[in-house]
């Protein structure tokens, strides 16, 4: 994982994204928050076990049918597999050590 701040890269709605290798923070104290950081290792893992372009797409396909189906931009996001996991995930630390491939798929 590696770090990198810069606001300017981010919306105001957002503290961070993870775009495999990186993660870009909003603020240099997002580096010491470490459920934050852990949701976005959630997110690395997760584009690592579909080869990255994929979970791109996925990610994409699933946020505009979520959207579709609620019309609000915020509550389809929070719905799409990949947040739900690193979302209900994040605060436990040992996760990564555990879960199981594909996990994301039983947040559908």
Do not use: T
Request: hydrophobic fraction near 50%; charge should be positive; proline fraction near 2%.
């Amino acid at each position: 994982m590696i770090l990198i701040v810069n606001k300017k890269l981010l919306s105001g709605r957002f503290k961070g994204i993870s775009l495999w290798p990186f993660v870009i923070l909003q603020n240099k104290y997002l580096k010491q928050d470490v459920l934050f950081l852990n949701h976005e290792k959630i997110h690395l893992r997760q584009q690592m076990e579909l080869l990255v372009i994929f979970f791109y797409v996925w990610y994409a396909i699933e946020f505009f049918v979520r959207y579709l189906d609620c019309r609000n931009g915020m509550l389809a996001y929070r719905n799409i597999s990949f947040e739900r996991e690193a979302y209900r995930r994040e605060s436990d630390l040992k996760y990564l050590e555990k879960r199981p491939f594909w996990a994301f798929l039983k947040f559908l």
